[in-house]
């Protein structure tokens, strides 16, 4: 999961604007709450789309501690 970025990757976010990052992350996180919800769904078919939403919003807020 760690593993070196290669240099070509390196050089790509060098070039890369901070809005450019920035929007990176935000997608990032978009689809990580999308992935997280899509399983919730799968565990928990009678909550609601807000419902799911929520739980996973809070899930990856909490996932580095």
Do not use: C
Request: aromatic letters at 6%.
């Amino acid at each position: 999961m760690n593993e070196p970025l290669h240099p070509v990757q390196i050089e790509g976010f060098r070039r890369m604007t901070p809005a450019q990052k920035l929007q990176m992350l935000a997608d990032l996180y978009h689809a990580g709450i999308q992935l997280k919800a899509a399983g919730l769904r799968m565990t928990h078919p009678g909550w609601s789309e807000e419902r799911l939403e929520l739980e996973a919003r809070r899930s990856l807020l909490y996932a580095g501690t």
